[in-house]
């Protein structure tokens, strides 16, 4: 997913973890205003960019630009205004508006830190963890202690690129991109949020000076620092954060009627996924009040500050983000900064939940053990006369309202209760967060004039002149019609190269057409081949938006001099899927079809090595697959054709490797099967699988659902019969396979990947060698296989099986090993990996793969050295090189 807001003028390269950035920024609702102006300085007079002001009567927040200037409209009235900026004292300006604008300008004075009487000794503990205890004990109390909230937010992002590649200078500078030019987006939003994870937005207006993708503030709703985890990124306030970061007390200070705690988080190891920098948590509250933190991801740097208010004096709320992004990728280096604000909060408690934050104290039972231990004894015989959980909850939900001291541990207990009741009482348990987008038919019809009226946050000259320039470039172009994921042509119209080169056109406000660039590939049997395909899709307006394709392909093989192709008719929406194909064509022995046509076109004519072994069919295939259910899904194959053997028909080679005999044969080598030839035959075969998800979770965006990965294991079992004398077939077996793949995080150490897959056949009466279990073996240099699931130096075919197998994949990624000891190198996103691949057929003799892989080299490659074992005895060993396995690869030969 990749956040709306965003240009793609401010991504380089398209890198998505812009959207990881803003994801980090937390739970919020933001500001606007109007009445009031002026200037915001230091004690030298330097402008304090970003202080945040906030309006307490309206629940409304903005900032000042990078010249310390703010504009706020308000309607006549009395106001408070409340000027915050880290490091600074607070302060608070009452101001009295009529008909005209008040300029208040206001001089902030360096905050005076109180250090507690603090004294460690050796081996006592520092008095940010029993902070940090309270304020993560509290964490889930914060994330339900409101009903619902809704406000208005405003997300500006400025940028430019500072160099690039001078090979790129031709191409960016026809599109309007200059080295030093600032690129502005801006947008303004009602959101609104309905406990427990449905979130509502409207976008009211947009305007962008480059390619604009619909700027939303949902991502920053969807990372809370009271969760757990931000965008992968362990929050300072996770249940486990104390493995991964060290806590330092910094001193407390007064902001307003508040004592705040300044607590330094140092990791523990430097990298991604955590951060460094300045937590302020709020004394009793136990609730954020700012932060000044720092995270990296892939070699790129973000600072994020984030400024809390206590709306109604009820809810400590964000009221402004602000984060830098810069960085150096592949010779284009950026900075971009983002600014949101909120305003107009309205917040609903949680009757069930709220509790006043001056009668809940909340007892550090590893520090004040006597007063939790005599809580305990006091309030023991309420638990022991409860009869189930729930009561027990009450109890302590009646304590709190009682302004009695609770620990930690009861706090707890109360949340973890009250979400489990609250799970049940679901509908779609499994479904974790529900948003719905939705943009204004006018959004992007908004004058400057509108701009200035509502803008919380001044532009400065160079925001403007980039607004300027770009207008007279191009006129900006945009999707109006959300959901549309049809692409338009990049030309007007057909042109004859497209024959050549490809492209998409639409035909239709849901229908298109597609020709797909053809690629040339060589192999011994065809010799020189091409595909040629093109395709026809529409989208039938029912209640599943059904996609319907059309996908013819011709194929021709000049040394066999032949031509074959096969229609593919598809139909799919979100319960089910259904192929229907038929032809003539090739295709490799094992259907999994291992081997990329255009690595077995390298391989065979620079290195003469034709691994690929292919036969052809003449064929009717069907598949279909539905979900039952959330948890299940049911798929079925069939499939009737006629097989051929193919031989070699060409030993034309571009490079000739004297030490290396010539081609083999077009028939695969097997232990179990030492001829693999056959005659021309029928073959009728069809298969059932079921596959269960039982803890699958998902998020849901404008009704469209998405799985959360790693959310669940997958459980498959699948039934395989080829059927004697149906429809003159020649083959008779039975195979049964069970399945199982999973994904986990072992806390701050590293990620684990498991796929375990085993079976039988029942019988075996009769059987061609297409019809074996084969394994995703691999005898290139190059991975293109899922790195969990394949091997690494297995032959394709030698240990395919008619028999029983087992097949096991282990993978850790390590977070630090060898060279990732080093922080540079974790910081430019390198990972280290260690894999056990093993094997248990009738011939294979227990083999066994080990590996080590560094992953991420220049952030997109994956190098791997793996040796191969038998019972134990060192067989060979191998070097490959692949993209980095956090990177989604779709391969395909067309």
């Known amino acids: 997913m990749r956040l709306k807001s965003l240009p793609d003028k401010f991504t380089p390269g398209g890198n998505p973890f812009l959207f990881t950035i803003l994801l980090l920024l937390g739970v919020f609702t933001m500001a606007q205003g109007a009445g009031v102006r002026g200037f915001v300085k230091d004690e030298n007079g330097e402008p304090l960019a970003y202080t945040t002001i906030f309006v307490k009567q309206t629940g409304s927040g903005t900032t000042t630009n990078v010249n310390g200037e703010y504009e706020i409209g308000l309607a006549a009235g009395h106001y408070e205004l409340v000027y915050q900026y880290l490091g600074y004292e607070t302060i608070t300006r009452e101001v009295d508006i009529t008909s005209e604008f008040v300029e208040v300008n206001v001089t902030l004075r360096t905050q005076a830190t109180v250090l507690q009487t603090v004294t460690i000794k050796a081996g006592e503990e520092d008095p940010a963890y029993t902070i940090m205890r309270k304020a993560i004990a509290k964490a889930q109390y914060h994330l339900q202690q409101l009903d619902s909230y809704s406000a208005r937010v405003y997300i500006k992002g400025s940028g430019q690129l500072k160099d690039y590649p001078w090979l790129a200078k031709r191409r960016l500078e026809k599109e309007g991109i200059e080295k030093g030019r600032v690129f ?8 609104k949020y309905t406990r427990p994870g449905k979130f509502e937005e409207k976008v009211i207006s947009i305007r962008s000076d480059g390619n604009d993708n ?32 060290k806590f330092e007390y910094m001193g407390t ?9 300044r607590i330094k988080v140092i990791p523990r190891s430097k990298g991604d996924d955590v951060i460094d920098g300045v937590i302020y948590i709020v004394e009793d509250w136990w609730s954020i009040h700012s932060m000044d933190i720092h995270t990296s991801k892939l070699g790129i740097d973000v600072n994020i500050r984030a400024v809390y208010a206590p709306i109604e004096e009820k809810a400590w709320m964000p009221v402004s983000h602000r984060f830098k992004v810069d960085g150096k990728v592949f010779g284009f280096e950026f900075e971009f900064n983002y600014l949101a604000t909120v305003s107009d909060y309205k917040i609903q408690l949680n009757p069930e939940l ?86 204004d038919s006018g959004a992007y019809k908004k004058d400057s004039a509108y701009w200035a009226s509502v803008r919380p946050v001044p532009l400065t000259k160079e925001e403007v002149k980039g607004y300027h320039k770009s207008d007279s470039i191009a006129e900006i172009e945009r999707k109006k019609e959300a959901g549309d994921t049809l692409k338009a042509s990049k030309h007007k119209g057909f042109q004859p190269w497209d024959l050549i ?36 899709g529409t989208i039938l307006q029912d209640t599943n938006k059904t996609r319907l394709t059309l996908t013819p392909v011709f194929r021709y093989a000049f040394s066999r001099e032949v031509a074959s192709g096969y229609l593919n008719f598809s139909a799919r929406n979100k319960n089910y899927r259904m192929d229907v194909q038929g032809g003539r064509f090739i295709k490799q022995y094992n259907p999994d079809e291992p081997i990329l046509p255009v690595v077995n076109s390298l391989m065979t004519l620079f290195l003469e090595k034709n691994l690929m072994k292919i036969y052809e069919r003449d064929y009717l295939d069907l598949s279909f697959s539905r979900k039952l259910s959330t948890y299940f899904t049911i798929n079925t194959n069939w499939s009737w054709a006629e097989r051929r053997e193919l031989t070699n028909t060409t030993d034309f080679k571009i490079v000739n490797r004297r030490k290396i005999e010539g081609y083999t044969e077009n028939r695969p080598f097997n232990e179990e099967l030492i001829d693999t030839s056959f005659p021309k035959h029928q073959a009728f075969i069809g298969s059932i699988g079921l596959t269960a998800r039982p803890w699958i979770k998902y998020t ?20 395989r019969r080829g059927f004697k004398d149906v429809l003159n077939s020649d083959v008779s077996f039975d195979q049964l396979e069970l399945g199982f793949k999973h994904g986990f995080k072992i806390g701050i150490r590293g990620n684990v990947d498991v796929a375990l897959r085993g079976g039988l056949f029942l019988n075996a009466d009769k059987m061609y060698f297409m019809d074996y279990k084969h394994f995703q073996g691999n005898q290139t240099p190059f991975i293109t296989n899922d790195p969990v699931g394949s091997f690494r130096l297995l032959d394709y075919y030698k240990f395919s099986t008619s028999d029983k197998y087992f097949a096991g994949n282990f993978h850790y990624q390590f977070r630090k090993l060898l060279i990732t000891n080093i922080p540079l190198v974790r910081l430019a996103g390198v990972r280290e990996n260690v894999f056990v691949n093993y094997l248990a057929t009738p011939t294979s003799k227990n083999y066994t793969e080990v590996g080590y892989s560094i992953d991420g080299i220049l952030r997109i490659f994956r190098l791997e050295a793996a040796a191969a074992f038998q019972d134990g005895r060192y067989l060979n060993y191998g070097f490959r090189i692949g993209i980095a396995s956090y990177i989604t690869a779709n391969f395909s030969d067309n």
Request: glycine share 2%; no cysteine.
């Open 214 to 245: 619909n700027t939303s503030p949902n991502p920053y709703i969807f990372g809370s620092f009271y969760e757990p985890e931000v965008a992968e990124t362990i929050s300072p306030l996770s249940p486990k954060s104390f493995s991964y970061y």
């Open 501 to 536: 080169i490809g492209d998409n056109y639409k035909i239709s406000k849901h229908s298109n057409f597609k020709i797909y660039f053809p690629i040339p590939g060589f192999n011994t049997v065809d010799g020189w081949n091409f595909n040629y395909k093109v395709s026809f």
């Open 253 to 261: 200070f007064k902001d307003r009627n508040y004592e705040v705690s």
């Open 700 to 719: 849901i965006r404008n009704d469209r659902q998405f799985e959360v990965p790693n959310s669940s294991p997958i459980i498959s079992l699948d039934y």
């Open 354 to 439: 709220y509790v006043e934050s001056d009668k809940m104290e909340v007892i550090d039972e590893k520090i004040e053990k006597e007063t939790a231990k005599e809580i305990e004894e006091k309030f023991k015989p309420l638990s022991k006369r409860a009869q189930v959980k729930q009561d027990q909850t009450k109890e302590l939900q009646k304590r709190l309202a009682e302004g009695k001291e609770i620990t930690r541990k009861e706090l707890n207990t109360i949340i973890k209760e009250y979400e489990k009741a609250e799970v049940k009482q679901l509908e779609a348990p499994e479904i974790i967060s529900n948003s719905i987008f939705k943009i």
């Open 184 to 191: 502005v987006s801006e947008s303004i939003s009602d959101i």
